[in-house]
């Protein structure tokens, strides 16, 4: 089944601890960006990527790395979370680079920073 | 810049009643139009996108948006909704002209009544 995974599903730490979310697709899609959604606000993209080794900061990059070393995986890593960073954050891929393509999400994680 | 206002926050409707969710967008260049939806504990999924050709544009679920390029907007209707239909509904834009940005609007809440 085609799809993009995300783990964890729910997470919640403390202030100052190193955490990597997962995400994972099995389309051999080129693009993905990870994005945060957050109440009245929508979902506003925090970094993507055009293909391997290939990043770029998207509107909210602040406290967030990402990494790209294979094509399926695209990690989101937050070296020291605050709260401000909870959120509910989405991995999406879409199978070439450019936007007329949708976009293909996965199903999210729910992180509290404490 | 792209911009994208959902005009309702939240739209309540009777089972089988008609539904029309408003989007305008804002963009100095041609656009993609996108509409995803969000059910409960969900990643977003495409119910339907405009890239050229007819304003009026089917999607799934019975779902339709027609683009109006003078108003630039790109609202969604359908003529009948269902309990299962109550979900979050984001409007997307991108620019044609490249790139890899995608802007969602804050998103419109729709909930089916019995």
């Known amino acids: 089944e085609a799809q993009v995974t995300q783990n964890p599903r729910y997470l919640i730490t403390v202030t100052g601890k190193k955490l990597t979310v997962t995400c994972s697709q099995n389309m051999n899609h080129e693009y993905m960006s990870w994005y945060r959604q957050d109440p009245g606000l929508g979902l506003r993209q925090i970094y993507y990527s055009m293909n391997v080794e290939v990043t770029d900061k998207g509107d909210v990059p602040e406290g967030y790395k990402v990494s790209r070393k294979e094509k399926r995986n695209f990690p989101l890593i937050l070296e020291s979370p605050s709260p401000n960073q909870t959120s509910l954050y989405f991995c999406?891929?879409?199978?070439?680079?450019?936007?007329?393509?949708?976009?293909?999400f996965g199903p999210g994680t729910r992180l509290t920073v404490l | 810049a792209q911009s994208v206002t959902q005009l309702d926050s939240q739209v309540p409707v009777f089972e089988e009643a008609p539904v029309e969710l408003r989007c305008n967008y804002s963009?100095?260049?041609?656009?993609?139009l996108f509409w995803y939806v969000q059910y409960p504990n969900q990643g977003l999924q495409l119910l339907l996108k405009y890239l050229s050709g007819s304003t009026l544009v089917k999607g799934i679920n019975g779902f339709e948006a027609e683009f109006n390029k003078s108003q630039t907007s790109f609202h969604l209707r359908k003529p009948s909704v269902h309990i299962s239909d109550t979900a979050e509904y984001f409007c997307a834009v991108s620019p044609n002209t490249g790139g890899f940005k995608t802007i969602f609007g804050a998103g419109t809440r729709l909930f089916v009544k019995a």
């Open positions: 963009s100095s260049v041609s656009v993609y």
């Open positions: 999406a891929s879409s199978p070439r680079i450019g936007t007329s393509d949708a976009q293909y």
